[in-house]
């Protein structure tokens, strides 16, 4: 069983205390997760299929249209597989882009895609200074807006960087309702967090707007003046052995990096334990759900 060192930031120090973190705190913890786990994001959401057998990266690369689309830019583009994905379906037809604020997810990202064509820069999604006003296409954010606490300031970067007819596609965390026991995990893995940090769940990771349709979607409307917004429930699923879906859930939990070791090694026995109990002779299944938003931009 693979037991990892705790997230110690400025973030949990904060949430023992039961305060507020600060803006940076949350960007500090977060480039910690990714500096010592760099590209964990991939593992479980390129594994995740929905019924057509399609990962959210796939699903995100379907909102280019290549017939009228010449660039891309990835906002938050972690270890470089939506890039992959992107440059595998367009070819050099679409200039692309990849941000990201973590150096160590960026170099993973130029390993997996070297080619120099593809624009590479770190930076964060409320300041894209280095990229002018109106000229990308599509900017796509994969699973990384659910975790910015500064939506309406992201928002309003990307509708600047925009063409007037450009779109804005992300993937969000869905309704947990809609996916079979995933409710049941999200609980299992935060009662064991608050054994150690009472206040996680009160406090947590971005803005709490972001993790509800109706609510993204009027963050969405008054960010984009005209645009038309629209929100698509997915349920992807991954059939396997408990014990891999266990890492895989947990992997996808930002709260589980905060574990001190003797708990992480409890939240996986209890999430093997609950798979098991799942299982049937198919395997067991995590099913998770996701929102995927698209802003459609529309010209006057």
Not at 227 to 235: C, F, G, S
Not at 240 to 249: F, G, H, K, Y
Request: aromatic share 6%.
């Amino acid at each position: 069983m693979n037991v990892r060192p705790n997230i110690v930031s400025c973030w949990t120090r904060s949430l023992q205390r039961g305060e507020q973190p600060t803006h940076e705190n949350l960007r500090e913890h977060i480039m910690a997760v990714h500096r010592d786990h760099a590209g964990f994001t991939e593992s479980c959401a390129s594994r995740c299929r929905d019924e057509l057998d399609r990962n959210s990266y796939e699903l995100l690369a379907n909102s280019v249209d290549p017939a009228r689309h010449k660039s891309v830019l990835d906002l938050a583009c972690g270890s470089g597989v939506l890039l992959e994905i992107c440059s595998q379906r367009f070819g050099p037809d679409i200039a692309l882009t990849g941000v990201d604020m973590s150096a160590e997810e960026l170099a993973l990202a130029r390993q997996r895609i070297p080619n120099p064509t593809i624009e590479l820069h770190k930076g964060v999604a409320q300041n894209l200074h280095f990229i002018g006003d109106g000229t990308i296409d599509v900017i796509l954010c994969h699973w990384a807006l659910t975790l910015m606490d500064q939506v309406p300031l992201v928002l309003a970067e990307v509708k600047r960087v925009l063409k007037p007819d450009g779109i804005f596609s992300a993937i969000v965390d869905g309704d947990a309702t809609t996916a079979p026991g995933y409710a049941e995990i999200h609980d299992l893995i935060y009662r064991i967090v608050q054994r150690e940090y009472p206040d996680y769940g009160a406090i947590d990771l971005g803005d709490p707007r972001v993790r509800t349709a109706q609510a993204l979607k009027e963050l969405a409307v008054a960010s984009f003046e005209g645009a038309r917004v629209d929100i698509e429930p997915v349920v992807l699923n991954l059939s396997a052995a408990p014990d891999v879906l266990a890492r895989e859930a947990a992997g996808f939990f930002y709260a589980s990096f905060v574990l001190s070791p003797p708990f992480h090694r409890q939240m996986l026995q209890e999430l093997e334990a609950f798979f098991t109990a799942l299982q049937m002779d198919s395997g067991s299944r995590f099913a998770l759900p996701m929102n995927r938003l698209v802003i459609r931009q529309q010209p006057r």
